[in-house]
């Protein structure tokens, strides 16, 4: 098998040196080129094309949000971001992901050297997972600010429901590399009384309640990061904190999320069979349960749980996953009932939320 051929893109001669040494030591990698700024390395890409981009955000003549943008709209190519200014949580870090990067690496504004050397498993597992990455052309997108004001002004937030309603039904989502942009797609799609909604999606500490506040300026629904104690009501989506588990409990009639430390679990905190699991013994056939895009297994084996509780279960198809995997895994097991293309999910989810039919048993 073919080495991945890198392209490193940093304005730095010393970042270029050790990311090109901690990618060529790695026998499956191989450094195509570096450059120090976007302008080179597209002068170094008409020569030939790399697998995958490791790219700094700010250089000289253009920045690295941009050159993901343009290079996204023209000839998409993995980018994996490696900068001090992708912080956990900032605006860059989610403007980039929206561009179109598949995965990123913050690096310190102090010790950089050493942090690069350290996190050397890390990047190079980094830019393997975005070498599976599925991509497509896509329009440039307008700035985060611009897009809030208009979607403030079209998509008012839900509506408050009494405290004495509660719902029988609820959604739990597990998404990974590929999922800020599927579930921005999937949430904006659904109306302002769409069921209570769980989601785990793989991110760091800190970068959550950002996302989550993104969300909430786009969708008719409520979107905010989870608390322990948060009830799970119509028209509002809890989005698991970064580096905490989100489980789903049962309460009397009601739905209410419990965040909580603990061990990794599929190599991932938070854990999409974490969630499922909650869902599985919380909810049983009242949920349904649906896997998206994203790199590994995490979900299969509870997704499968859930479907034997009696929940519908359905899975992101390849065609429009980023990476298939997590749902790849799970239809190997035989958890996901339905796969369906991301543009139809928030049907489904509207079908299984207007459908009053019983459902008990286990999948067969």
């Known amino acids: ?81 490696c900068s001090s200014l992708a912080e ?20 310190p504004r102090v010790g950089t050297p050493q942090f690069l050397t350290e996190a050397k498993t890390r990047i190079c597992d980094a830019v393997r997972a975005a070498s599976k990455a599925r991509l497509a052309p896509r329009a440039a997108k307008p700035l985060e600010g611009q897009a809030k004001l208009t979607a403030d002004a079209v998509l008012p937030p839900a509506p ?29 799609a659904l109306p302002a009384d769409a069921p209570g909604t769980v989601i785990v999606q793989h991110m760091p500490a800190g970068f959550t309640t950002a996302f989550a506040r993104r969300l909430d300026g786009l969708c008719r629904i409520e979107v905010r990061e989870a608390e322990t104690g948060d009830r799970v009501v119509p028209g509002l989506a809890l989005i698991a ?46 949920a349904l349960g649906l896997i998206m895009t994203g790199m590994g297994d995490d979900g299969a084996k509870g997704l499968l749980e859930l479907r034997q509780a009696g929940a519908r279960t359905l899975g992101q198809d390849e065609g429009t996953c980023v990476v298939y995997g997590m749902p790849k895994e799970a239809m190997k097991i035989g958890a996901v009932e339905t796969e369906l293309p991301l543009p139809l999910l928030a049907g489904e989810v509207m079908r299984f939320a207007n459908d009053h039919s019983a459902r008990t048993g286990t999948a067969k």
């Open 241 to 286: 904190p970064g580096n905490r588990h989100l489980l789903l409990q049962r309460s009397g009639a009601q739905y209410r999320v419990e965040v909580r430390d603990g061990p990794l679990v599929a190599r991932h905190r938070p854990s999409v069979d974490v969630l499922f699991r909650s869902a599985a013994r919380a909810a049983g056939a009242n």
């Open 88 to 107: 956990a949580g900032s605006k860059m870090a989610l403007q980039a992901l929206e561009a179109g990067a598949v995965e990123i690496i913050t690096k």
């Open 160 to 188: 408050g429901r009494p405290i004495e309603r509660t719902t029988d039904k609820v959604v739990a989502i597990g998404a990974s590399t590929g999922g800020t942009e599927a579930l921005r797609v999937l949430l904006e």
């Open 1 to 81: 098998m073919k080495p991945l051929r890198v392209l490193i893109v940093d304005d730095s001669a010393s970042v270029r040196t050790i990311l090109s040494d901690i990618v060529s030591q790695e026998p499956d990698l191989e450094v195509m080129g570096t450059a120090s700024n976007p302008f080179f390395a597209a002068e170094r890409m008409r020569e030939e094309l790399p697998d995958v981009i490791i790219c700094d955000i700010e250089m000289p003549r253009m920045d690295g949000i941009t050159f993901v943008t343009k290079l996204m709209s023209q000839r998409p190519i993995p980018v994996v971001i």
